[in-house]
């Protein structure tokens, strides 16, 4: 049991991609708290619980400092620590051409993505710093490489500073023997793609991607549970690209 005792808070957790990380790192040992906002987080915390080990839902706006401050003290409450954060919150909201983008979706986009992210971050260092451990882990995205696909400007921008605040904050931390590192999913087959992404377009996807499928919630967390565990010991400042090797071009 890899992370046997160790203590995680994953946002966005109740569903797609960070569901799929819970359960691996519940099945690791871990104790896991998720986040939601309105997916029903019964299904994850009763497949948590499967586990043998300590589940906890917490129900958060992440855009907002107090609730981003009010998950990591919970967790903490519940667990007696908080070793590992997943910062896994986020979304599209809705496809727009730059021409057609308010400045509301443009913050909104920025709010959900980087801003949730920094606060979250800085809310378990505050936790992490003092007792010169911990681990955190960013949801980064093909995006931030490539662009994203037509009408997501605003989220690849997102993306693309989430993959820099990585590297920029495992260089602040490090010497406190805190690490951070980020995962950069391609084309998962969540609820996201169902509902942004054509059948068309997914298709060209794989057909282009070189192990010609879409990936899974379970391919990202196996990832995930290399980040989380002592295994990437040495790793810090580096972002996984989760694709099939949709990223080569």
């Known amino acids: 049991m890899k992370l046997s005792g160790k203590s995680v ?4 957790g109740a569903s797609g991609i960070g569901q799929g990380i819970a359960i691996a790192l519940a099945g690791a040992g871990a104790n896991v708290a998720v986040t939601y906002s309105t997916t029903d987080p019964a ?3 009763a497949k948590i619980k499967a586990c043998g080990v300590k589940a906890l839902a917490l129900k958060a706006d992440l855009r907002l400092e107090k ?3 009010g998950v990591v003290k919970e967790t903490i409450s519940a667990f007696g620590d908080l070793d590992i954060l997943v910062a896994n919150a986020g979304g599209l909201l809705k496809r727009s051409r730059v021409a057609e983008t308010s400045l509301e979706l443009w913050n909104e986009a920025l709010a959900l993505n980087l801003t949730s992210t920094f606060l979250c971050c800085r809310a ?3 936790h992490m710093e003092p007792l010169k ?3 955190l882990i960013l949801m980064s995205s093909l995006a931030a490489h490539d ?3 037509f009408g997501a400007s605003h989220y ?3 993306k693309g500073a989430v993959l820099t605040f990585t590297r920029a904050l495992a260089k602040e931390v490090g010497p406190l023997g805190i690490r951070v590192n980020g995962l950069a999913p391609g084309l998962i087959a969540t609820r996201f793609h169902d509902v942004f992404s054509t059948a068309d377009g997914r298709k060209g996807a794989v057909e282009k991607t070189p192990l010609r499928r879409e990936g899974t919630p379970s391919d990202v967390a196996g990832a995930a549970l290399f980040l989380a ?3 990437s010991s040495f790793l810090t400042g580096e972002t996984i690209e989760v694709n099939g090797g949709l990223g080569l071009y």
Do not use: Q
């Open 9 to 12: 808070l994953i946002t966005g």
């Open 43 to 45: 299904e994850t915390v």
């Open 67 to 69: 609730d981003c401050e």
């Open 124 to 126: 378990a260092l505050r």
């Open 133 to 135: 451990k911990g681990n």
């Open 147 to 149: 662009g994203g696909g």
């Open 156 to 158: 690849a921008a997102t």
């Open 229 to 231: 565990s002592d295994d």
